[in-house]
C-alpha cells in the first residue's frame, strides 16, 4: 500500500508531500498533504479523514483546505456524512442536520427502486443516476 508520495520541483527539490493511512482492514482513512521547502511555503494544503461502517461503507468524509494567500473565502472545512439502507444503499448524504427517519423525510435525498438501482429523490421528480426505464420509488 502507498503510505508516502512526494512532489518534486523540475530541479527535483521538494514541493510537497503526500502520506496516506489506512486502518486494520485496509480501507483508506486519510490523507495529509504538506508543503516541503522547495516549494517557498510551509504549512498543510488539505487533511482528509473518512470513517467506515462494519459493512465498509463510507459514514463521514472530513475535509480542511488551506486558505490561498490572496484569495479571500478560500479554505476551510466541512463534513460530509452518509447513510446507508440494510442492503449498503445509500439513502441520505449531507453536510448538517440528521436524517430523522427515511419515508417522507425532507433530508432524504436518495431511495431505491426494486431493481436496486439508486435514484436522486429531492422534491421534485426523481432523476435516475443508472439507465433503465423509470419506475416508481418505493419507501425502504
Not at 523540475?10 to 486519510?30: I, P, V, W
Not at 482528509?48 to 463510507?58: I, L, N
Not at 444503499?89 to 431493481?115: C, E, I, K, Q, Y
Amino acid at each position: 500500500m502507498i503510505n508516502t508520495v512526494t512532489y518534486l520541483t523540475t530541479s527535483s527539490t521538494g514541493l510537497s508531500l503526500e502520506q496516506y493511512s489506512y486502518d486494520a482492514n485496509l480501507r483508506a482513512t486519510g490523507v495529509t498533504a504538506t508543503w516541503l521547502s522547495g516549494s517557498g511555503s510551509s504549512g498543510t494544503i488539505l487533511s482528509q479523514t473518512r470513517t467506515y461502517d462494519p459493512a465498509s461503507s463510507v459514514t463521514s468524509l472530513s475535509t480542511t483546505l488551506a486558505a490561498v494567500p490572496g484569495a479571500s473565502g478560500s479554505g476551510g472545512s466541512e463534513t460530509q456524512n452518509y447513510c446507508y439502507d440494510a442492503v449498503s444503499r445509500l439513502v441520505w448524504a449531507g453536510n448538517s442536520g440528521t436524517p430523522t427517519g427515511l419515508a417522507g423525510d425532507p433530508f432524504r435525498l436518495f431511495a431505491g427502486d426494486a431493481p436496486g438501482r439508486t435514484a436522486h429523490v429531492g422534491r421534485k421528480q426523481p432523476a435516475f443516476h443508472l439507465p433503465g426505464p423509470r419506475r416508481s420509488i418505493h419507501s425502504l
